[in-house]
């Protein structure tokens, strides 16, 4: 009888291919929630850090000069206190302060672009967020 294998043989070798999916299969699973929050704070920390950087920009124009900049936000809630600006989202919070007093209203987004008008005027500067 040649060419034939045992019933044993290939119950074992269909038992490793189970087990090889499986254990390849499982870290990939739970591994995706954590590659998702990577990406977004990672999204998050590049709008952040453009928003700052038009805002110190701005902050040595004249009184009424205005900026219009183009944000990808993340799925996040943008809070403004005073100088400071703060992006929390889903697992992470990143925050940083400006040297200028900010007003605005708290602004949440999705997955999206979002365009950020900024205007310097005798207080400070002001954003208005728009979709």
Known sequence: MR???SLEFS????ALLVVIIVATMTPGMYGYKKTIESSS???????LSKLKTNIDMLSV???G???TILVKSP???WVINGNNITLRGN???????CNVNL???NYSTNMSGITVTLTKNENGISINWNS
Not at 41 to 47: E, K, M, P, T, V
Not at 91 to 97: C, E, K, L, M, Q
Request: hydrophobic content about 40%.
């Open 75 to 77: 799925p996040a809630k």
């Open 65 to 67: 000069s205005k900026k």
């Open 103 to 105: 007003t605005a209203n």
């Open 91 to 97: 697992g992470y919070n990143i925050s940083t302060t």
């Open 3 to 5: 060419g034939q294998i």
């Open 41 to 47: 704070a990672s999204l998050g920390h590049a709008a």
């Open 61 to 63: 124009a004249d009184v």
């Open 11 to 14: 119950i074992l070798f269909l």
